[in-house]
């Protein structure tokens, strides 16, 4: 998209802002109520858009990644909107002024938003959805990698009956795009999801306007499983958790520190799961993991492997792309990984499950916390005590104890560290979209 159209959007938005003001909270539910049902009413063209955008999308795991988040968010928001709004326009009592006072929130304006490809549906609902929900409007930049999604959730905003010109879906280079629409004054926040290079540039640009940013960056979870655990039960979670959508998720666990008791009977386990797992195009219902985005993962993937291997870790399972078309690669283990490995360092964002043992609480702990990422982190244990303890010192943004379910609508998304900062979801990513006013009155 050019610079003259992209302009052309933001005074469109900003006039509309000036004369019309923020939508109602009745019509911002009325809003979002129709979207859920449109939504739902297109299941079918919302999965073969999945399909579209990567291949490895069953009709299940469509609906568990991506639709299902979509309508929980919107659904989310509808019920509960007019309740976060109405009490933070609280009085505030002043005992040494005269007349009276209150605060106030009001929409922010105009968001920019900019969303990965690995969610093309689900992420950029939770970002449009908030927005929305607190009265702004939106100029989406979605991945250009995968724009099925992001099309249709468009087009279901559209049919919904939302404004015209709240809304506004763009594509084109991205550093084009941010480098001319940060910099604008219309726009007031801009929310990335994405990498941590490509987050701190945009934070640079938003900086010299002084506009927020809401940073959801790279993650490298590390997972704790502990000796009281039953194997199986937590093998079964985490071989799931670890290829889902191929690895190619922010908060998918990474580094599996075990405990020395179990150590060899959870790599063991772990390779087997590996090794049975059905891979192929998503159109084979039968098949539980799909290829990777594009062949740049692919090379960055056989790039990390060989690099462990060459470091001296042991290649329990997979360790190779499948023949044939399409960039699809095995579901991997690597057992004893030095910390010299780089994918011990750098985020995989991949099917490779790395797998190494300790011995005391204070050395898991202090390997878990090492690295700059802090986005999500996991333990599993059946003690009370060690699950309170382990959820505190974890160095995370959001941390998942004995179960992997860390992301729900009513939660705040995000992470510390260089991972980023700010939050999506819940209270606090609706606060991201409103200015905080107080009003004295004499």
Same mark, same amino acid.
């Given at each position: 998209m050019s610079e003259p159209s992209i302009q052309a959007i933001l005074e469109r938005q900003r006039a509309a802002f000036l004369r019309e003001g923020a939508p109602s909270l009745a019509q911002r539910r009325a809003d979002l109520l129709r979207l859920k049902q449109v939504v739902l009413a297109r299941r079918a063209q919302f999965e073969a858009a999945a399909q579209a955008d990567f291949g490895n999308r069953s009709a299940y795991e469509t609906a568990l990644m991506d639709l299902v988040p979509v309508v929980q968010e919107i659904n989310h928001l509808r019920q509960h909107v007019g309740k976060w709004m109405r009490p933070v326009r609280r009085p505030v009592a002043l005992t040494y002024l005269p007349g009276r006072a209150r605060v106030t929130y009001q929409p922010l304006g105009v968001i920019g938003i900019v969303s990965p490809w690995n969610f093309p549906m689900s992420s950029p609902a939770r970002k449009v959805a908030g927005a929305l929900s607190a009265g702004c409007s939106i100029i989406l930049k979605a991945s250009e990698e995968t724009p099925a999604g992001a099309v249709q959730l468009a087009r279901a905003f559209d049919d919904a009956g939302l404004p015209r010109g709240v809304l506004?879906?763009? $594509?084109?280079?991205?550093? =084009?795009? /941010? =480098?001319?629409?940060?910099?604008?004054?219309?726009? #007031?926040?801009?929310? $990335?999801?994405?990498?941590?290079?490509?987050? %701190?540039?945009?934070? !640079?640009?938003?900086?010299?306007?002084? %506009? #927020?940013?809401?940073?959801?960056?790279?993650?490298?979870?590390?997972?704790?499983? $502990?000796?009281?655990?039953?194997?199986? %039960?937590?093998?079964?979670?985490?071989?799931?958790? !670890?290829? #889902?959508?191929?690895?190619?998720?922010?908060? /998918?666990?990474t580094r599996f520190y075990v405990h020395e008791k179990i150590y060899n009977r959870f790599v063991e386990g772990f390779a087997a799961r590996a090794k049975a797992l059905p891979v192929g195009d998503g159109i084979d219902e039968k098949n539980r993991m799909g290829p990777l985005v594009h062949a740049r993962r692919l090379a960055a993937i056989e790039a990390l492997i060989e690099d462990a291997k060459n470091s001296g870790a042991k290649v329990q399972a997979g360790g190779a792309r499948l023949k044939g078309a399409g960039y699809f690669y095995a579901p991997t283990v690597l057992s004893d990984v030095p910390n010299k490995a780089r994918i011990m360092n750098e985020e995989p964002f991949g099917p490779v499950a790395v797998i190494n043992s300790f011995s005391d609480y204070d050395s898991v702990i202090e390997q878990a916390n090492r690295l700059p990422y802090g986005l999500a982190a996991f333990a599993f244990t059946d003690s009370a005590h060690r699950a309170k303890l382990v959820g505190e010192q974890l160095e995370a943004g959001m941390v998942g104890v004995n179960t992997f379910a860390i992301s729900v609508p009513e939660s705040p998304f995000g992470g510390v560290k260089e991972s980023g900062h700010g939050s999506e979801e819940g209270i606090e990513g609706l606060e991201a979209c409103l200015v905080t006013k107080f009003i004295s009155e004499a």
């Open positions: 506004n879906l763009v $594509f084109g280079t991205p550093s =084009e795009i /941010s =480098e001319y629409l940060i910099p604008q004054p219309a726009v #007031r926040l801009v929310t $990335f999801t994405g990498s941590i290079p490509v987050g %701190k540039h945009l934070m !640079k640009l938003a900086a010299e306007g002084m %506009k #927020r940013t809401t940073m959801e960056l790279g993650g490298h979870a590390p997972v704790l499983v $502990f000796d009281d655990v039953d194997v199986e %039960k937590v093998l079964d979670a985490c071989a799931t958790a !670890k290829y #889902r959508n191929a690895g190619q998720v922010c908060v /998918s666990p």
